[in-house]
């Protein structure tokens, strides 16, 4: 009797070594979004899951609101292994040579979020998400911001009112070829530069969704806004492919699974906050929205519509093509 306790206090022992000999992993985690955005809090909610499922072998670290590297500099950072997770805007891989995601950018591509889950949880989306091996990235997951709407200090009632703004736009050609085809002066910045840039008079105006409008106080120094929502705004979950496919198989999965877990909660968080965050700036008095009439919402596309065919080379005829298949309608001017 006493040998068999000996041998199972010795069995138990060598199993707690084991245990301690495994370093723990971490992973840090960065994004731009403010700590109490949607984004945010779906990254509390996948580091919960990921530790739990993991048995603590895992520890996700949390950097929101650009602490680490703004955008440009965060994509560096995971393709260097400084850091190993990151979520940022899916119009955002263009300066890293990989141009086709930014046909989430084109103007009223998506009819709203039906449309867009067809592409983002189906084989077009997936493809989209391997082009990043090229670049020694992994796609894990897209997690949804929203529909977004133009705001400036004067009311936009239409195409001309944009005419000669200088509107902080992220780093797409897309957009970019968006705001040129208002007549807008497209400029490149930092999500965490755009506020300063609105409220000392560097950019008139700019474009995003509800939610962020309202994390970054932006409604506080833009006067006029309309709901045009032309465009999507979302993310791609990545990681380091050689840093993600060297890890052991079950912690993978595990991580695989807590993003699988995620993804729903993100996006239900996302919608919730666009809502809500429209009804507090409506309430705060401090933006005027504009809900466009048919007629206005008729101008607004035709003059956008034209970008789909402009951006064809860039982003690819084929993949264009695949969405208006994915999602039932081509987009057409009035
Ligand atoms: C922006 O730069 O406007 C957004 O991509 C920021 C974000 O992460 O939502």
Do not use: C
């Not at 529909?147 to 001309?160: C, E, Q, R, T």
């Not at 991580?255 to 993804?263: G, M, Y």
Request: charged share 20%; proline share 5%; net charge negative.
């Amino acid at each position: 009797m006493r040998a068999i306790l000996m041998a199972m206090a010795a069995l138990a022992m060598s199993a707690a070594q084991g245990l301690a000999a495994e370093p723990q992993i971490i992973i840090k985690f960065s994004h731009v979004a403010a700590p109490q955005a949607h984004k945010s809090l779906a990254t509390e909610h996948f580091k919960k899951l990921a530790e739990e499922y993991t048995n603590g072998r895992v520890k996700i670290e949390l950097y929101p609101n650009s602490q680490l590297y703004k955008d440009k500099e965060e994509l560096e950072a995971l393709q260097l292994g400084a850091v190993q997770m990151l979520a940022p805007s899916v119009s955002k891989f263009g300066p890293l040579g990989i141009k086709a995601f930014e046909v989430f950018d084109l103007p009223y591509i998506f009819a709203g979020y039906d449309d867009l889950a067809k592409v983002t949880e189906g084989e077009v989306g997936r493809d989209l998400l391997n082009r990043l091996e090229s670049k020694g990235l992994v796609g894990l997951a897209y997690w949804n911001n929203g529909f977004k709407i133009l705001s400036a200090n004067a009311p936009l009632l239409g195409p001309d009112d944009v005419l000669g703004l200088k509107m902080r736009i992220q780093a797409s050609k897309v957009i970019e070829a968006q705001m040129w085809a208002l007549g807008a002066l497209p400029q490149v910045m930092a999500f965490s530069e755009a506020y300063q840039a609105l409220s000392s008079g560097v950019v008139d105006g700019t474009e995003n969704t509800p939610a962020n409008m309202y994390n970054q106080k932006m409604f506080e120094v833009q006067k006029h806004a309309t709901l045009t929502n032309h465009g999507y705004l979302g993310y791609a979950v990545i990681s380091n492919a050689k840093f993600w496919k060297g890890l052991p198989p079950d912690i993978r999965a595990a991580l695989e699974r807590a993003i699988a877990e995620t993804t729903p909660v993100a996006n239900k968080l996302a919608r919730d906050e666009n809502d809500s965050a429209m009804a507090e700036m409506k309430a705060s008095g401090r933006t005027v929205f504009h809900e466009p009439t048919p007629e206005e919402m008729a101008a607004w596309r035709n003059a956008l519509l034209p970008v789909h065919d402009e951006m064809a080379n860039r982003v690819g005829r084929d993949l264009i093509d695949r969405i208006y298949a994915v999602t039932g309608h081509k987009p057409a001017t009035q």
